[in-house]
C-alpha cells in the first residue's frame, strides 16, 4: 500500500482503505479460484495495482467518464481506476465466467458502487464509452477492430478519447499505422524495475458519425 501512496500522494481515507482491503480480498478469492499467480498475489500493488494506475497518469478522467475495461480478467485495469475515480462508471468485460465472479466479489467486498460487469465477448457489447482500456488481451489491430464503434458521440475530453492499452515490449511495428498513437513509458511515472518495458499506448479516436 506504500507503494501506491508514493505515487498517489493525495488519495482520500476511503479510497487508502478500498486499495487496502483489495489485497485480502484477492488472497481469499485466490485461494478458491486461481485467477492471479501466486507471485503476483504477492506483488499485488506493484505488478497489478501500480500498474493499473500508469493509466491515471496518462489521463485524469473527469467526473461522468464512462469507461469500458475490456478482458479485466481478475480486474485489472478496472477495479483500481474504479477506486482512484469514483466519480466515473467503470463497465468491466471478460469472456470467462469464473474470473468474473472474482471481480463480482472484489467490487461487491469494496463497496464499489461505479463498476458493472459483464460475461460476454467484447465483440457483443453494444454500448459506447469516453474511454476503453485494457491490458494483455490482443494486438493492436485486433483490439481497434473490436471496439472502434463503441466509442461516445459526446465526447467529454476533447480529442483524447479512445483506447488507452497497456502493452510491453517494442510497439513500433503493431503501431506503424496508427498516426495519432502516442506511447508513454510506465518508468517515467513510476521508477521500479518492474515497468522498464511497459508502455501506455494512448490511441485517440474521434468518433466519425
Ligand atoms: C491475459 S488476460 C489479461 C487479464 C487482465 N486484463 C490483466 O491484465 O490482468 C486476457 C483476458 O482477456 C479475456 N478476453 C480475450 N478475448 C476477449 C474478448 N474478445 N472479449 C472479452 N474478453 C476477452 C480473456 O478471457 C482473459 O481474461
Known amino acids: 500500500m506504500e507503494l501506491i501512496l508514493k505515487y498517489f500522494p493525495k488519495l482520500t481515507d476511503d479510497q487508502i482503505d478500498k486499495f487496502t482491503r483489495l489485497e485480502g480480498l484477492y488472497q481469499d478469492w485466490n485461494l478458491k479460484i486461481n485467477v492471479v499467480s501466486r507471485k503476483d498475489i504477492d506483488e499485488l500493488y506493484l505488478r497489478h495495482v501500480l500498474h493499473s494506475l500508469a493509466i491515471a497518469k496518462v489521463i485524469d478522467f473527469k467526473p461522468g467518464t464512462n469507461i469500458l475495461d475490456v478482458g479485466t480478467g481478475g ?12 466519480e466515473c462508471s467503470f463497465h468491466l468485460v471478460d469472456s470467462i465466467a469464473k474470473k468474473l465472479k472474482v471481480v463480482d466479489e472484489v467490487v461487491e467486498g469494496l463497496g464499489l458502487e461505479n463498476v458493472k460487469t459483464t460475461n460476454k465477448r467484447v465483440e457483443d457489447i453494444h ?9 494483455a488481451v490482443a494486438a493492436m489491430p485486433t ?67
Open 127 to 135: 454500448g459506447t464509452y469516453d474511454f476503453i482500456v485494457s491490458r
Open 143 to 209: 483490439f481497434v477492430h473490436w471496439v472502434k464503434g463503441k466509442i461516445a458521440k459526446k465526447q467529454n475530453h476533447e480529442l483524447k478519447n479512445g483506447i488507452i492499452y497497456l502493452k510491453g515490449g517494442d510497439l513500433t511495428e503493431e503501431l506503424q499505422n496508427y498516426k495519432t498513437v502516442r506511447i508513454y513509458n510506465i518508468t517515467d511515472f513510476f521508477q521500479e524495475d518492474f515497468f522498464e518495458t511497459k508502455k501506455v499506448v494512448h490511441l485517440p479516436m474521434k468518433y466519425k458519425g
Open 75 to 86: 480486474g485489472f485495469p478496472g477495479i483500481p481506476l474504479a477506486i482512484l475515480f469514483p
